[in-house]
Protein backbone atom coordinates (compact mmCIF):
# COMPACT_ATOMS: atom_id res chain seq x y z
CA UNK A 1 0.00 0.00 0.00
CA UNK A 2 1.74 3.25 -0.80
CA UNK A 3 -0.56 6.49 0.14
CA UNK A 4 -0.23 10.39 1.15
CA UNK A 5 -2.64 11.13 3.99
CA UNK A 6 -4.11 14.02 5.06
CA UNK A 7 -4.69 12.82 8.77
CA UNK A 8 -2.90 10.91 11.51
CA UNK A 9 -1.06 7.86 9.95
CA UNK A 10 -2.45 4.33 12.26
CA UNK A 11 0.61 2.61 12.23
CA UNK A 12 -0.49 -0.19 13.86
CA UNK A 13 -3.12 -0.70 11.17
CA UNK A 14 -0.23 -0.10 8.53
CA UNK A 15 1.52 -3.12 10.35
CA UNK A 16 -1.31 -5.69 11.18
CA UNK A 17 -2.17 -5.13 6.99
CA UNK A 18 1.59 -6.65 6.34
CA UNK A 19 1.46 -9.49 8.59
CA UNK A 20 1.60 -12.73 6.24
CA UNK A 21 1.92 -16.69 7.11
CA UNK A 22 5.20 -16.54 4.82
CA UNK A 23 7.20 -13.84 6.17
CA UNK A 24 9.05 -14.11 9.58
CA UNK A 25 9.85 -10.44 9.67
CA UNK A 26 8.07 -7.34 9.47
CA UNK A 27 10.12 -4.52 9.49
CA UNK A 28 8.93 -0.95 10.66
CA UNK A 29 10.43 2.34 10.41
CA UNK A 30 8.59 5.32 11.61
CA UNK A 31 9.52 9.40 11.17
CA UNK A 32 8.04 11.47 13.81
CA UNK A 33 8.22 15.11 13.91
CA UNK A 34 10.96 16.27 15.73
CA UNK A 35 10.76 19.92 17.70
CA UNK A 36 14.25 22.09 17.39
CA UNK A 37 14.79 25.22 19.29
CA UNK A 38 17.54 28.00 18.31
CA UNK A 39 17.86 31.28 20.43
CA UNK A 40 14.16 31.62 22.11
CA UNK A 41 12.33 30.36 19.01
CA UNK A 42 10.85 26.84 18.39
CA UNK A 43 9.19 24.60 15.85
CA UNK A 44 5.25 24.92 16.21
CA UNK A 45 4.61 22.57 13.66
CA UNK A 46 5.60 21.09 10.13
CA UNK A 47 3.58 21.22 7.17
CA UNK A 48 3.82 18.70 4.23
CA UNK A 49 3.21 19.64 0.82
CA UNK A 50 3.37 17.02 -1.87
CA UNK A 51 3.20 17.42 -5.88
CA UNK A 52 0.40 14.73 -6.54
CA UNK A 53 -0.13 12.53 -8.79
CA UNK A 54 3.87 12.21 -9.03
CA UNK A 55 4.62 11.86 -5.08
CA UNK A 56 2.27 9.02 -5.10
CA UNK A 57 3.98 7.09 -8.03
CA UNK A 58 7.41 7.40 -6.99
CA UNK A 59 6.53 5.95 -3.51
CA UNK A 60 4.92 3.16 -6.01
CA UNK A 61 8.62 2.90 -7.82
CA UNK A 62 10.40 2.85 -4.33
CA UNK A 63 8.28 -0.04 -3.54
CA UNK A 64 9.06 -1.46 -7.24
CA UNK A 65 12.61 -0.88 -6.56
CA UNK A 66 13.13 -2.96 -3.33
CA UNK A 67 10.89 -5.72 -4.74
CA UNK A 68 13.59 -5.85 -7.52
CA UNK A 69 16.40 -5.91 -4.51
CA UNK A 70 15.43 -8.06 -1.77
CA UNK A 71 12.66 -10.93 -1.27
CA UNK A 72 10.22 -9.08 0.36
CA UNK A 73 6.54 -9.65 -0.03
CA UNK A 74 4.93 -6.22 1.31
CA UNK A 75 5.74 -3.10 1.22
CA UNK A 76 3.45 -0.28 2.57
CA UNK A 77 4.77 3.36 2.78
CA UNK A 78 2.23 6.06 4.31
CA UNK A 79 3.67 9.58 4.00
CA UNK A 80 1.94 12.66 5.52
CA UNK A 81 0.87 15.52 3.97
CA UNK A 82 -0.40 19.07 5.39
CA UNK A 83 -0.42 19.95 9.56
CA UNK A 84 1.62 17.36 11.62
CA UNK A 85 2.40 18.25 14.80
CA UNK A 86 5.18 17.05 17.16
CA UNK A 87 5.70 14.26 17.66
CA UNK A 88 3.19 13.03 14.58
CA UNK A 89 4.14 9.99 12.58
CA UNK A 90 4.82 11.79 9.13
CA UNK A 91 6.20 8.55 7.44
CA UNK A 92 5.44 4.79 8.16
CA UNK A 93 7.16 1.99 6.15
CA UNK A 94 6.31 -1.27 6.92
CA UNK A 95 8.55 -4.33 5.03
CA UNK A 96 7.30 -7.70 5.31
CA UNK A 97 10.10 -10.36 4.19
CA UNK A 98 10.52 -13.97 4.73
CA UNK A 99 13.62 -12.99 6.59
CA UNK A 100 14.76 -10.24 8.95
CA UNK A 101 17.92 -9.01 6.56
CA UNK A 102 15.92 -8.10 3.61
CA UNK A 103 13.29 -6.53 5.94
CA UNK A 104 15.68 -4.61 8.07
CA UNK A 105 17.34 -3.38 4.61
CA UNK A 106 14.87 -2.61 2.46
CA UNK A 107 13.07 0.06 5.15
CA UNK A 108 16.40 2.00 5.48
CA UNK A 109 16.11 1.92 1.56
CA UNK A 110 12.89 3.48 1.56
CA UNK A 111 13.33 6.51 3.90
CA UNK A 112 16.51 7.46 2.20
CA UNK A 113 15.28 7.26 -1.22
CA UNK A 114 12.08 8.78 -0.26
CA UNK A 115 14.52 12.02 0.71
CA UNK A 116 16.21 11.42 -2.67
CA UNK A 117 13.29 11.38 -5.31
CA UNK A 118 9.71 12.27 -3.69
CA UNK A 119 8.02 15.32 -4.29
CA UNK A 120 7.26 16.36 -1.02
CA UNK A 121 8.77 19.30 0.72
CA UNK A 122 8.23 19.89 4.52
CA UNK A 123 8.11 23.72 6.11
CA UNK A 124 8.96 23.75 9.83
CA UNK A 125 6.68 26.68 11.18
CA UNK A 126 8.50 28.62 14.05
CA UNK A 127 7.27 30.70 16.89
CA UNK A 128 9.09 33.68 15.14
CA UNK A 129 8.24 32.46 11.31
CA UNK A 130 8.63 29.23 9.11
CA UNK A 131 11.66 28.06 7.05
CA UNK A 132 11.27 25.46 3.86
CA UNK A 133 13.71 22.83 4.88
CA UNK A 134 16.52 22.32 2.21
CA UNK A 135 15.75 25.59 0.62
CA UNK A 136 16.07 27.84 3.57
CA UNK A 137 13.69 30.32 2.41
CA UNK A 138 11.61 31.57 4.38
CA UNK A 139 10.44 34.33 7.19
CA UNK A 140 12.67 33.67 10.09
CA UNK A 141 15.07 36.33 10.12
CA UNK A 142 18.21 34.35 11.21
CA UNK A 143 17.37 32.11 8.07
CA UNK A 144 20.21 32.83 5.55
CA UNK A 145 18.83 33.46 2.32
CA UNK A 146 20.57 32.19 -1.04
CA UNK B 1 -4.87 31.18 -22.79
CA UNK B 2 -2.37 28.13 -24.36
CA UNK B 3 0.88 27.71 -23.33
CA UNK B 4 3.05 25.75 -20.60
CA UNK B 5 1.66 25.24 -17.35
CA UNK B 6 3.95 25.56 -14.88
CA UNK B 7 3.60 24.52 -11.23
CA UNK B 8 5.69 25.75 -8.38
CA UNK B 9 6.28 23.82 -5.06
CA UNK B 10 7.44 25.24 -1.20
CA UNK B 11 10.16 27.34 -1.41
CA UNK B 12 9.95 28.30 -5.25
CA UNK B 13 6.20 28.74 -5.04
CA UNK B 14 7.15 31.11 -1.72
CA UNK B 15 9.56 32.85 -4.17
CA UNK B 16 7.37 33.34 -7.16
CA UNK B 17 4.61 34.67 -5.44
CA UNK B 18 2.30 32.09 -6.54
CA UNK B 19 1.70 28.23 -7.08
CA UNK B 20 1.06 28.40 -11.17
CA UNK B 21 1.15 30.07 -14.05
CA UNK B 22 0.89 29.76 -18.22
CA UNK B 23 4.31 30.73 -20.14
CA UNK B 24 3.48 30.91 -23.76
CA UNK B 25 5.61 29.28 -25.48
CA UNK B 26 6.38 25.99 -27.41
CA UNK B 27 8.85 23.34 -28.31
CA UNK B 28 11.11 25.31 -26.06
CA UNK B 29 13.44 23.55 -23.82
CA UNK B 30 13.42 23.55 -20.11
CA UNK B 31 16.97 25.61 -20.13
CA UNK B 32 15.29 27.79 -22.57
CA UNK B 33 11.67 28.12 -20.59
CA UNK B 34 13.74 29.13 -17.30
CA UNK B 35 14.60 32.63 -18.52
CA UNK B 36 10.61 33.22 -19.32
CA UNK B 37 9.82 32.16 -16.33
CA UNK B 38 12.73 34.26 -13.97
CA UNK B 39 11.78 37.24 -16.01
CA UNK B 40 8.16 37.08 -14.84
CA UNK B 41 9.62 36.17 -11.37
CA UNK B 42 12.97 37.69 -10.67
CA UNK B 43 13.15 36.24 -6.86
CA UNK B 44 13.44 32.79 -8.05
CA UNK B 45 16.74 33.33 -10.02
CA UNK B 46 19.18 32.81 -6.95
CA UNK B 47 17.62 29.16 -6.58
CA UNK B 48 17.91 28.15 -10.20
CA UNK B 49 21.01 25.96 -9.16
CA UNK B 50 18.69 24.29 -6.52
CA UNK B 51 15.70 23.34 -8.96
CA UNK B 52 14.73 20.08 -10.64
CA UNK B 53 12.02 20.02 -13.51
CA UNK B 54 9.58 17.62 -13.74
CA UNK B 55 7.26 17.43 -17.16
CA UNK B 56 4.28 15.53 -16.86
CA UNK B 57 4.74 14.28 -13.79
CA UNK B 58 8.30 13.03 -14.80
CA UNK B 59 12.36 14.33 -13.81
CA UNK B 60 12.97 16.07 -17.24
CA UNK B 61 16.80 17.82 -17.67
CA UNK B 62 17.15 20.89 -18.86
CA UNK B 63 17.26 19.92 -22.85
CA UNK B 64 13.44 17.94 -22.18
CA UNK B 65 11.43 19.85 -25.08
CA UNK B 66 7.69 21.30 -23.68
CA UNK B 67 4.88 21.87 -25.85
CA UNK B 68 1.57 23.38 -25.48
CA UNK B 69 -0.66 21.67 -22.73
CA UNK B 70 2.31 20.44 -20.97
CA UNK B 71 2.73 20.75 -17.50
CA UNK B 72 6.34 21.62 -15.89
CA UNK B 73 6.79 21.32 -12.37
CA UNK B 74 9.86 23.56 -10.22
CA UNK B 75 10.36 21.36 -7.62
CA UNK B 76 13.28 22.85 -4.78
CA UNK B 77 15.39 20.05 -3.27
CA UNK B 78 12.63 17.75 -1.50
CA UNK B 79 12.65 17.27 2.53
CA UNK B 80 9.93 14.05 2.80
CA UNK B 81 10.16 12.01 5.34
Not at chain 1, 21 to 46: H, K, M, Q, W
Not at chain 1, 49 to 70: C, F, Q, T, V
Not at chain 2, 38 to 63: C, I, K, Q, W
Request: proline share 6%; net charge negative; glycine share 10%.
Amino acid sequence: MFAIVEGPIDVGAVISAAQRPDCGAISTFVGTTRVDESEGASVEYLEYEAYRPMADRKLEEIGAEIRERWDVRQVSIVHRAGRVDPGEASVAIVVASPRRGPAFEASRYAIERIKEVVPIWKREVWSDGYVWVGSQVGTRERVDLP
Amino acid sequence: MSGVKVLLFGAAADRAGTRETVIPAEGVTLDELWPLLAERHPDLSPMRGTLAFAVNGEYARGDARVFSGDEVAVLPPVSGG
